[in-house]
């Protein structure tokens, strides 16, 4: 992910993981102590769309969510700099993963796949998720997923702490990477 002309301290920064692990409650608030802009991939996805991620997949299927996905994650990766929230699945585009090499500082936001679970059983909302036992579809993703996350810059492992903490080991990361890759810019 060497060579380009945006020095990775100027770039968006993408979090990126499986579901439930926290992208977007955490994004919100590392996009405050950066006092960057903040866009939940979901959320852009959903308003581009005019229906919720769910109808999509009812409607449409994964595939035609997929694409949607892709073009909107290089919409949001090509503007302006933010911290971006990215759907766990969003990695599994090649042409979303080049554009987020070249446009974005990635981080992947590690969590024990039990404390996944947990968080995701609360809700009813993930369409992968439906009618399957919540512990095994995310191992089966997780499979898939882990090699793609694992091409982050950063990764972060976080366990049960407070956001606020996550938030600030995220922090700690990057600067430590972006030392090593822009000769201490800082953001």
Known sequence: MTGSAIPYAQRTIALVGLMGVGKSTVGRRLARRLELDF?????????????SVAEIFARYGEAEFRALEARVMRRLLEGPRIVLATGGGAVLNPETRDHMAQCATSVWMRADLDVVVSRVQRRDTRPLLRGRDPAEALRTLAEVRYPLYGLADVTVDLGLGAHTEAVETIIRSLRDFWKTQDAGEQP
Do not use: F
């Open 39 to 51: 866009a939940d991939g979901d959320d852009e996805i959903e308003a581009a769309a005019g229906m």
